[in-house]
């Protein structure tokens, strides 16, 4: 088997690749639905309608997309400029840690000064915590996906520690939490008695300015040349080490920001359950937008969807609802399967 | 003719639009060297890599020893005795000499692998043939002309009896090819075949006994080599006249490029003390074999590699740091050995990357790209240089080797570069891009440019250059002018006669 | 107990042997697949699958080494997989191996609920039991740490001594060091890259789904949540620091295991004067500074996370 590249990329590939791709993760999802006894098509039908069957249901599922189009940005950044940015979890964790350090009483400020404020703190906890193994690989050649990955344990430690000792709220009966931000930190909901925050519009203008730098800006444009070629990018006098710095302020910043608006919109305090994992679904949604900003908002939904739906569905139907993870992960895979075959042919001899 | 070990009978190949192999017929005979002889691009490597079961051919079969050859299958040509010297060496270079021989000539599942044996084998076969390199030596330290010798050695502990070997002398300095040749002499005298692939007339006509000769993926001819001069043969490669390259003589003006005691170091290469100057309108040859520093020296004029000690000047200024940015801003046009590795980014369109240089201070402001500004100057160059493409948003993965290389060209040349730096220029284009290249050279000498141009093509540098000078292990000789050349000596000297760290460095 | 009395404790030098076991296999595994030109961010879901797999099956009535096998064959599966992805599809190999962890961790979850859908204390299975070599275990000291070990300790050790005879005495090593190294070079001599590539990737998380039954069969006896804790990052860490020497692999997992099993003891000590947490962030920031201490020294396989295509250059 071989493959050959493409001359042109029809426009009939581009769109029926992917969803056969979706439709493939699903068709081996309801197999192991089936494994469980229950009836695909009833555990779909009960996963759409927890995801988007009611207005409740769809907010919380824009709700859950919020931090995923956070963290699938910072991915999309990164991966666009092969910076294998694989520790959003952590820097989302450091970027919470900012935000109740900041936010819970040493600066009382109004709102109109402390959210900008309490944004570019995490942004730039994040942005710390990025820049480490990017000076690793830049510096020393160290591969950043380890370092990344394993600063991921670090810092759940590191906020653990931090939760037991001095951010531990005194009030909070012996839990690890912080205390809550400010009044003025807290972001308004978008529908009252409704979880969905104001997060979520700023995660929208996020990827908006993120695909504004990646199509128009003379820094898109570098990072887009180190992805594909640094070698030729360095040959051509890009400045690789340097775009590689801004590529890890602005992902991990992104990545910050997620831990922000989980604890300003959402939370109200800091926990070591802020994160179900949202660092690593956002890889899984910068590849699934095939890293286009715009397409992670779609992405992110989707994703989102597919856990608040399997939530509510494994509530009913009994189907462990780890299957929505499972369903994510072959997503995952067939769409990177997919991608590539919108470029290559198969030939089979 | 007695009967032929290798016939290859009607084989076409098609890569989506273009023909590259058209029902070609061949037959090689027991003690018999074939020249193959066609430009780049002419079908050559294609055909191989059929007979040697990389490519499935679309039509047409291949016989050894009478018995069809299974399409496809690398094993089977092999198997039934083929040996492939490649172009690029297929050698691994951080495991042994031994090992890289031995590889895939024993059954995959041993509990051990019997080196002993190998290793007499392998000593009786560089006796034998003349072939001295030692078999528990690491490959990364041999020198290319001991790499060749593996290369050779592999086929012949295969006990293959036809052998193709792709363009063996572009490696080699002139008397190892001459030595290349009396090996191939004594190979065919012990009754195996040789196929010698070639663009050089003078080798054809030096080694070979027959020539076949391809043009555009078709067989033109085939003729003992006896019967046929250089300049029938020049006429059937190619087709049609080709102008040659003509430098109207001028008086060169001040210097534009000078290095004094550049030394620098990557690795186990390096430059040592390199004085070299290149002044206003003239063409500065460097030869000598690949692997002698040429691209350590490329690199430092093209401000990827910082000197360790000594200088360079640009347009009279010595530049303390230096850096790609820089030489651009300079004004040094560079046009790199490899297109696909360092020259153009691939995936990306033309525009992105014809303004790769220059993007931050003619197409943008306030730090964000006029891409329709660079739309426009994309298709300036397209049209001046005639780059053949779809547009401006095609793919540059999609262009040809030749149009890549105008795009670079038109990228580096469109600003009135004070000095232009050609390294292997031309390396793998047909004779039409050739002659392209070397005509926008030649331009930019006659504006008044200071061209160096780094080439392992002696041929080309004769035609082109003005002044030449060898490099040998990273020293660079005194400059020579054109006419007082002795190509002789020019071989003698590409082999190390006349530097001061000889022979003892090279053994490490 | 004084921070260095516990160096000459039999149960420190015991525990850095448990601690480096699965480590052992786990780097050993993604060494041959790094070897064959092949990183496998799938290790620390392979190794979740290999722990659970194994477990499984004794839980269900399996036999202790049956368990074993079942997690190298669950191993093979993820790595065929990844294999397949990467090598003749030529995917991205750290996106691939990042969804192969997801998936198969999840996969493993997802299972352990269907069959235990209502459990609070997770179900107990009886595990390996120490074996003790005669006479050798007497030796003070070294004894009970090197001979009074699980048998899959000593197939630990016994895999590093076939793992470097199969990759430098044997042609199909040879093979394997190859495709790492030039895949065109094993081509050119009529070797098919493919397959050599993902038999070794198979083979190699294979060996990670052992290092991964370890856990479960071994150090305790009964599957959770999380259990591998990073585990498998480590070993592509301990890679690094081998220099893809299965010699220097070994060295690195027990380093690792003395430190690892060090902080836990000098935790006990220091009691409430420093943070626990400062403890057990030691073996992930160990693995880093390892990472920048070796990576100007090694010379890493040159084709490693280099898709090859026939025919291209």
Redesign the interface.
Known sequence: MRLEPLEKRSTFRMIALPVLALIFAMAICAVLVMLSGASPFQVFGLMVKGALGSRFAALETLTRATPLIFTGLAAAVAFRAKLWNIGAEAQLYIGAVMTVVMGTGLLPLPWPILWPVLMISAMLGGALVLSVPTFLKTRFGVDEVVTTLLLNFVALLFVSMLLEGVLKDPMGLGWPQSKKVLADAVLPRLVSGKRLHLGFVIAILAAVVVWIIDRRSALGYEMRAVGHNAKAAHFAGIPVNTVLAKTALLSGGLAGLAGWSEVTGLKGNLTLDLSPGFGYTGIVVAMLAMLHPLGVIASAIFVAAVFVGADAMSRTAGVPSYIAQVMVATSLLSMVSAIMLTRYRVRWR | MSAPVLSISRVSKRFGPLLANDAISLEVGPGEILGLLGENGAGKTTLMNILFGHYVADEGEIRVNGKVLPPGEPRAALEAGIGMVHQHFTLADNLTVLDNIILGTEPLWRWRSDHGEARARIRQLSEDFGLAVHPDAVVSTLSVGERQRVEILKALYRQARILILDEPTAVLAPQEATALFATLKRFVARGLSIIFISHKLGEIMDACHRVAILRSGKLVAQKDIADVTRAELAELMVGRLVPQPKAVAQEPGVPLLGLAHVSVRRGAASLRDVMLQVRAGEIVGIAGVSGNGQSLLADVVGGLLPPETGTVQVNGAPLSAISPRLMVECGVARIPEDRHAEGLIGDMSITENVVSEAYRSRFSSHGFIDWSAAAAFARTIIDDYGVKCPGPQARVRLLSGGNMQKLILGRVMNANPCVVLANQPTRGLDVGAVAYVHEQLLKARSNGAGVLLISEDLDELLALADQIAVIYQGQVSPLMARPMVDIGRLGLMMAGQGFIHGEQDHAA | MEALDILFTASLWAAVIRIASPLIFGTLGELICERAGVLN?GIEGIMTAGAFAGWLTVYLGGGLWMGVAVAALAGAMFGL?HGT?VV?????Q???G???T??S???C??AY??VF?EVTSPPKIEPFQPLSVPVLSDIPLLGPALFQQSPLTYLAFAMVVAVS?FLY????G??V??VG??P????????NV?TIRILAVMAGSALMGVGGSFITLSAFNSFFFEMM??RG??C??LV?FSAWHPGKALLGALLFGLFDAYQLRLQQLASAAV?Y??F??MP??L??IA??VM??RV?YP?ALMVPY???E?
Not at chain 3, 88 to 92: D, E, K
Not at chain 3, 169 to 172: E, G, K, L, N, V
Not at chain 3, 184 to 191: K, S
Request: glycine content about 8%; cysteine-free; proline content about 6%.
């Open positions: 961010l997989l992805l003749p599809l030529g995917l991205s750290h996106v691939t990042i969804g192969v997801l998936l961790t999840s996969l979850y997802y609920r269907l859908p005879w005495r044997t042609p199909a040879l093979a060091r190859t190294e030039n065109a070079a094993a081509e050119a001599q009529g070797m493919t804790n990073g990052w480590i592509i860490a690094v943070p947490q400062v057990l962030m992930y920031v693995s880093i990472l920048i990576s100007r010379a040159r295509r026939k025919g250059r």
